[in-house]
């Protein structure tokens, strides 16, 4: 009996010890446990953060919708400066003057600038944080054969990269009001600034993407020539109509018809005719051989007219026929693989209370670049 007494006070000793050594471990396991609760919730916390940055898309609407809070800290800045500290505010290299660089801002006024111009939407656009952008464009294309099963194997060519480096230039807007209506304004100070920031900064855009000379600024589409049989990399093809046909309705329905067919097919999926206002009236009132208009409506909404098939966009900023009625008047082609901008990523805003009393400056500025990169991508009309 003593003997069954004692094994069974060592079992008790040792389920109270195993119980004791359990509690030890718990209370161990449930110290880390709450920690990693704490960074679970830090880290979902930063991914709300992200996909709500995410949502906020070059061109479109954010999905979870604007922050009143930041909405208002920005029209605090503009009113006031950021004395309230409740925008981000960080000192650039000036002594007199504050700036605001905000992925707020920056998406506001890249989504207006694509909602008004008619190019940006349609070319390739890369988005950098250097000073410019390297792109590998081929020359020539890689060659191959066919073979018999016991014929020699010549050396084919691996065709040849051309590197095109697209710097940035700076453009700038700056809008000016008075103190003293920016405390007593009952108008939306945020809409005000924005529109006039990209009104400037896309009338810009869309002459340098077409005329830039490539000095201060992007070399544009008609910086290189264009010619009826090219010899060159760096020239577009030009379907050529005579002056004194051009008025023709029936020769210029043929002109137009060459131009489209020929654009080669790889580039037709996506391709577009950029025409000026003054072409378009004159387009409108052509048909073909059986009657029908070549210009038809969109059957969509909002959506674009189409001309022999293909989308119409009308682009005020295409040079207009000189005196002697000579020049393009219809671009045919598929701008996103002929044409890259390259933006850089940043924006500043500089608010100046100073320089021009009793006026605010708001001195916005932004660096862009852009270039052909295709050449093959794009056809011109010309009357000659």
């Known amino acids: ?37 704490q960074e679970l919730q830090q880290t979902k916390s930063r991914l709300s953060r992200l996909e709500a940055h995410k949502n906020r898309t070059l061109g479109g609407e954010s999905t979870s919708g604007e922050d009143p809070e930041t909405k208002q800290g920005f029209v605090d800045f503009i009113r006031k400066g950021g004395q309230e500290k409740t925008f981000e505010v960080k000192e650039l290299s000036t002594d007199q003057t504050q700036g605001v660089v905000s992925t707020y801002v920056s998406d506001k006024i890249i989504r207006h600038m694509n909602q008004i111009s008619p190019l940006r939407t ?31 194997r010549g050396e084919t060519t691996l ?11 700076e453009m700038y807007a700056k809008p000016m009001i008075t103190q003293r209506l920016l405390d007593d304004a009952r108008m939306d100070l945020e809409a005000w600034i924005l529109e006039k920031i990209t009104d400037k900064m896309v009338s810009m855009e869309n002459q340098a993407f077409l005329l830039g000379d490539g000095i201060k600024k992007p070399k544009g589409i008609f910086h290189y020539p264009a010619v009826v049989d090219p ?22 329905v ?4 060459d131009t489209l067919y020929a654009l080669k097919p790889g580039y037709l999926q ?12 004159v387009i409108r009132k052509l048909r073909d051989a059986s009657g029908h208009f070549l210009w038809q409506p969109s059957l969509v909404a909002e959506g674009p007219a189409s001309l022999l098939g293909y989308p119409v966009v009308i682009v005020d900023d295409l040079p207009p026929l000189n005196e002697k009625g000579l020049g393009t008047v219809a671009v045919f082609g598929n701008l996103k693989q002929a044409y890259q901008v390259i933006d850089r990523s940043d924006f500043s805003i500089l608010r100046d209370p100073y320089s021009a009393k009793p006026n605010v400056e708001f001195y916005v500025t932004r660096r862009v670049g852009g270039d052909v990169v ?11």
């Open 122 to 152: 349609l070319v390739s656009v890369m988005q950098i944080e250097g000073d410019s952008a390297e792109i590998l464009v081929e020359n020539a294309a890689a060659e191959a054969g066919w073979v018999g099963e016991k014929d020699p």
């Open 374 to 384: 295709n050449f093959e991508a794009l056809k011109f009309l010309n009357v000659q």
């Open 254 to 257: 043929d002109a137009l018809t």
């Open 1 to 37: 009996m003593e003997n069954n007494q004692t094994q069974l006070d060592q079992v008790i000793n040792d389920i109270c010890e195993m119980k004791a050594q359990q509690a030890c471990l718990m209370a161990q396991v449930q110290q880390p446990s709450d920690v990693l609760a």
């Open 270 to 281: 996506d391709a577009v005719w950029l025409l000026s206002r003054p072409m378009l009236a």
């Open 159 to 169: 065709g040849t990269l051309q590197k095109l480096t697209i710097p940035t230039h």
């Open 231 to 252: 010899q060159e990399k760096k020239q577009f093809q030009s379907i050529a109509i005579k002056s004194e046909t051009f008025k023709d309705g029936t020769k210029l």
